[in-house]
């Protein structure tokens, strides 16, 4: 009875194996369709743009050749009629000396024939030749000073085009680039991007991004650096992301990457709406410390920040510093205290001073300035309990204006999240957090 509950175990688990096994040659199936899907729907793309794109080159190509003809014909008709004026003034002038000299020639055989019989006649016809100027000839140009038309082709024209034409467009079995990570970020998506063409040489990139219910692409960075984070990202909604390079001194894009979809379950960070003394953006990502006279912390309006995220603060303009100033998080929120120079807070002071818990640091980093960048990071070194309690200890890095400070930071009590905040005892400092 033994050997047979053992085969029908090992029967059972034959199942099962095979059942998991036909469900990832299944999967794989499917994965293999949707490559064969691309290979094809890319190819037909592909044929169409290229198709489209010689077809229009055809139509401006065949416009630019008809206007530059219309325009020389309009030259040759120009000179041809500028050219025959003076000669046409000078073929009047011509017939109209024949004329007058037919006329001469008329009257003087009348003259000479009445000769015996009146000699006014011939008097008179002398008189007449003498006022004519018959040895006065108007000037007829010779064929070297006229124009005689010639249209100049440069034949070399065709074998310049030839070569450029042979050389024009190109067939990339894939693009350049590809999107290599899709990261969630509060309220945003963390896109970073490589070459896959090491011989490509990127002078800049172009990433876009959409819903994947919307059918329009939106441009959302174009730069040189290689990743970058979207914000204002809808959580819980897929989106397509997809990136493009230039070539370096190139003006054309890159055929784009294959999309990738992402999402964020990450709510966004925000301020918290409320205070008289700071003035909120519409999306509460922004705060500017206005002129009223009252002191007080703007927090976070949730926990919103959490271990190995990276929290940002982007300093747009500056006030006048005060030492009790402070950018940073901390656990919970304290509504009675004007700075978060307090315990169980870690933060940095307008003139570069790093507090924790309350205390001065040694280590110090620049003091804020226009512009000024100040990120968090955050990640868990150790937790522990003993007979007191339970503790956590965070290394905390803070970074500005490419230096850094590292430091334990010792938590009484283990926290999933953390509250960011500031305050400023001057008008005129406005913060962006991301």
């Known amino acids: 009875m033994d050997g047979l509950d053992g085969l ?159 050389k024009h467009g190109e067939v990339a079995s894939r693009p350049p680039v590809q999107i290599e990570l899709l990261m969630e970020r509060p309220g945003g998506i963390l896109v970073r991007w490589c070459k896959v063409d090491e011989d490509f040489v990127a002078q800049d990139y172009r990433l876009q991004y959409r819903k994947t219910s919307s059918g329009h692409f939106e441009d959302a960075y174009v730069g040189s650096e290689s990743e970058f ?31 990738q979809l992402g999402h964020t379950s990450l709510l966004p960070h925000e301020w918290s709406p409320g205070l008289d003394c700071y003035s909120l953006s519409s999306r509460r990502n922004i705060a500017l410390r206005n002129d009223s006279p009252q002191h007080s912390v703007l927090y976070s309006k949730a926990a919103t920040y959490y271990l190995g995220q990276t929290l940002t603060f982007r300093v747009e303009t500056t006030g006048v510093p005060d030492r009790r100033d402070s950018i940073g998080v901390c656990v919970g929120k304290d509504d009675g205290l004007d700075s978060l120079q307090r315990d169980q807070a870690v933060c940095i002071s307008s003139n570069g001073v790093v507090y924790v818990n309350g205390k001065e640091m040694t ?16 990640k868990l070194v150790s937790l522990a309990a003993n007979n007191e309690g339970s503790h956590q200890r965070r290394r905390v890095t803070i970074g500005s204006a490419n230096r850094e400070v590292v430091f334990d930071w010792l938590l009484e009590q283990p926290c999933d999240s953390l509250y960011f905040g500031c305050s400023f005892f001057h008008q005129g400092w406005k913060v962006v957090v991301f």
């Open 8 to 166: 029908l175990l090992e029967a059972t688990e034959s199942i099962e194996a095979a059942r998991t096994y036909k469900t990832e040659l299944k999967h794989r199936l499917q994965g293999l369709s949707q490559a064969r899907r691309q290979i094809k729907e890319s190819a037909a793309q592909t044929r169409d743009a290229l198709r489209q794109h010689f077809q229009d080159m055809k139509t401006t190509v065949s416009k630019m050749l008809d206007d530059r003809l219309v325009t020389l014909m309009q030259q040759v008709d120009l000179i041809e009629h500028e050219s025959i004026k003076p000669l046409d003034d000078c073929q009047k002038l011509l017939e109209l000396g024949v004329s007058t000299a037919d006329g001469l020639l008329c009257e003087g055989e009348v003259a000479l024939s009445c000769n015996s019989e009146d000699p006014q006649k011939l008097c008179n016809f002398t008189n007449k030749a003498l006022h004519i100027q018959l040895d006065s000839l108007p000037e007829v140009p010779s064929l070297v000073e006229v124009p005689c038309l010639s249209a100049q082709l440069d034949d070399t024209f065709l074998a310049i085009a030839r070569g450029h034409i042979s």
């Open 229 to 259: 984070i979207v914000l204002h990202i809808d959580p819980n909604v897929d989106y397509q992301f997809r990136v493009c390079t230039r070539g370096d001194g190139r003006q054309e894009w890159s055929p784009w990457s294959v999309p």
């Open 363 to 378: 280590n110090q980093l620049p003091p804020i300035a226009p512009g000024s960048t100040i990120t968090f990071d955050m």
